[in-house]
């Protein structure tokens, strides 16, 4: 089993930034790739981010590319995605999961790949 919790999440205006972290604990935290999802009320749980094990590889949603960078620090156990030029449909819980593999440079970007989830960290976004 591997627990995830996350923190960081607030309120914000357009415009401003947050970050978010995800702590890991229970197995070894760098044989699993990690992802971030959002969902807004009445929404569907979307895909926001994704690291490799290894951190060589990330991929993004378009939504947020060039405004959000996943990362992770594997000695603390630790995934952040940090949130620059937050926008008011950035405004949602926020997720961060976990799958087991040790392929270099493979991420996941479906909710459905991902073996185990956060509670959840909720960002609001004011216009």
């Known amino acids: 089993q591997v627990q995830l919790v996350e923190s960081g999440g607030g309120l914000v205006q357009a415009g401003g930034s947050l970050r978010l972290s995800c702590a890991a604990s229970?197995?070894?935290?760098?044989?699993?790739?990690m992802g971030w999802f959002r969902q807004a009320p009445g929404k569907e749980r979307e895909f926001v981010a994704a690291i490799s094990w290894s951190a060589d590889r990330t991929y993004y949603a378009d939504s947020v590319k060039g405004r959000f960078t996943i990362s992770r620090d594997n000695a603390k156990n630790t995934v952040y995605l940090q949130m620059n030029s937050l926008k008011p449909e950035d405004t949602a819980n926020y997720y961060c999961a976990a799958r087991l593999s040790t392929y270099y440079g493979r991420t996941y970007l479906t909710a459905e790949e991902y073996d185990y989830w956060g509670q959840g960290t909720q960002v609001t976004v004011s216009s």
């Open positions: 229970g197995r070894t935290f760098s044989n699993y790739a």
